[in-house]
Antibody
């Protein structure tokens, strides 16, 4: 059974940093590209970042480019999102998912507020 | 970036009756490999998104056959043949043909 479990969310002040993790199981993690998608309270889905299976290629939405860094540790079946210079508009539930969108985690809430 | 436009944004439906959601993309979603990476997701209240349909018309594992997808190029449709109470939620189209991936605004299905 495929499982994706996000962690690392919480309350952070504007300008602060946070590192999200996504532990994957039930599939050959290193074979698949992965993505992060976020959803602000009461809003729709917004793609944030993506990474290839080998971690050789990364992609970012313009809204987070230069502030967020996606990475993965294939030896530990874990996906990461390092977020810095956080803004109030980054407040959202952050989901990790397989690149094709076929499996999603439950999400972790990030709140940026003073 | 590819802009995805869904209509309607809200759809009151009657149990047992059909429902249809349209999604139009600002550019062709045909990939260089010949596939069209247009998916439909369902998000029930308080839940993460769930894949219903991939590559326009392929039902994902465990998805009831009352859900169907169709379309080509830039024009796509999700149909529910007979709406059930568990279908309440927000439906999104999503393109994964090119980065940045983009979503439609979402269509709220209400009984």
């Amino acid at each position: 059974e495929v499982q994706l479990l996000e962690s690392g969310g919480g309350l952070v002040q504007p300008g602060g940093s946070l590192r999200l993790s996504c532990a994957a199981s039930g599939f050959s993690f290193s074979t698949y590209g992965m993505i992060w998608v976020r959803q602000a309270p009461g809003k729709g889905l917004e793609w944030v970042s993506g990474i290839s299976g080998s971690a050789g290629t990364t992609y970012y939405a313009d809204s987070v480019k230069g502030r967020f860094t996606i990475s993965r540790d294939n030896s530990k079946n874990t996906l990461f999102l390092q977020m810095s210079s956080l803004r109030a508009e980054d407040t959202a539930i952050y989901y990790c998912a397989k690149r094709s969108g076929d499996f999603w985690g439950q999400g972790t809430l990030v709140t940026v507020s003073s | 970036d590819v802009v995805m436009t869904q209509t309607p944004l809200s759809s009151p439906v009657t149990l047992g009756q059909p429902a249809s959601i349209s999604c139009m993309s600002s550019q062709s979603l045909v990939h260089s490999d010949g596939n069209t990476y247009l998916s439909w997701l369902q998000q029930r209240p308080g839940q993460p998104p769930r894949l219903l349909i991939y590559k326009i018309s392929n039902r994902f594992s465990g998805v009831p056959d009352r859900f169907s997808g169709s379309g080509a190029g830039t024009d796509f449709t999700l149909k529910i043949s007979r709406v059930e109470a568990e279908d309440v939620g927000v439906y999104y189209c999503m393109q994964t043909t090119q980065f940045p991936y983009t979503f439609g605004q979402g269509t709220k299905l209400e009984i």
